[in-house]
């Protein structure tokens, strides 16, 4: 449940789109980091008394060690300008029935410019989509398609496994440049464009933002259990089939390292494994790079055998990767490994994303 505290903002600290971190002084004297979200509870400046949800940043969780701003209650935002009685100003709620439940506007709603386009279409017309399970793929896939196709167009879809709030990634913010646009679907929200599901979200990737390539991956915040099937990731799964459903391509990323200590992650993670071998029920295309380590290889080749009945298994090669990533405008991370703590990681999502590079023919 929730572990509430209340405070002082003493510093404002970094700030990034849609975010901003704080040092707060607690009664007792103590100090916690802490971040906001000024749309939802306005700008925090020093002198505000805030609450703080603090739950998991007080168990060690991976929220980037922060408390999270509930409210600024001595400090009220003002009330968004459009009026709060009709649905002019759209009527999609993300993170529902939450005491912070935003109300967007969905980019298939009635009041959405882009309703009668999307209430017409139905088809991705084939359009290359990179599934991944984990947050920290986004910049590497996206540094394989960009390495080979410089100029296509990459939508990103947020899904709601991870961090709801698209604004608590600075590896996006990083990004957002080369991106163009951020689709949060179902819970998530904070994106260029909202939608209720990830089939929307992905006719909206491919017709309102006309992108030539998606990539599909949760926020920030894994969550896993140890279990075979309790993990957020078992999503990707899910990703494929409504990447196929609606006539794309969908491309698999795998969750492939030798460095990670949990026996259930080395080789081919398990997570991999059950998304794409259980949960998958369309077939995609899964990339497996050249140039691993030889007992990584022979670990992964073996792992993967069992998944060549529905997926097609495609072997990239990776030279010229490695320098794409160490080019990225952010920081890589996973699990807290960068890229030469763990680099076949990064470099089997880069292969991904140039297998759907070269999909664009």
Known sequence: MVRWRSGTVTAVRRRWAGAVELDVALPDGASMRALAYPELVGDPVPGDRVLLNAGALLMGLGTGGYALVVALPDRLPADPPQAGDTRDAGHLVKARYTPLQPIMLGVDEEASPHHALLAAVDDLDGLPVVTADLHSALPAILAGIHADAPRARVAYLLTDGGALPAWFSRTLDGLRDALVGTVSVGQAFGGDLEAATLHTGLLAARHVLRADVAIVAQGPGNLGTGTRWGFSGVAVGEAVNAVAVLGGRPVGSLRIS????????????????????????????????????????????????????????????????????????????????????????????????????????
Do not use: C
């Open 258 to 361: 030798d460095a990670d200590a949990r026996p259930r992650h080395q080789g081919v993670s398990h997570h991999s494994l059950t998304a794409y071998g259980r949960v998958a029920l369309a077939p995609a295309e899964l990339v497996v790079p050249d140039g691993l380590p030889p007992e990584l290889a022979a670990r992964v080749d073996t792992a993967l055998a069992p998944l060549a009945d529905r997926h097609t298994l495609v072997r990239v090669g990776t030279t010229g990767l490695d320098a794409a990533l160490r080019a990225l405008p952010v920081r890589l991370s996973t699990m807290g490994r960068g890229l030469d703590a763990d680099h076949a990681y990064f470099l089997a999502a880069a292969a991904a994303g140039r297998h759907a590079a070269a999909l664009l023919g």
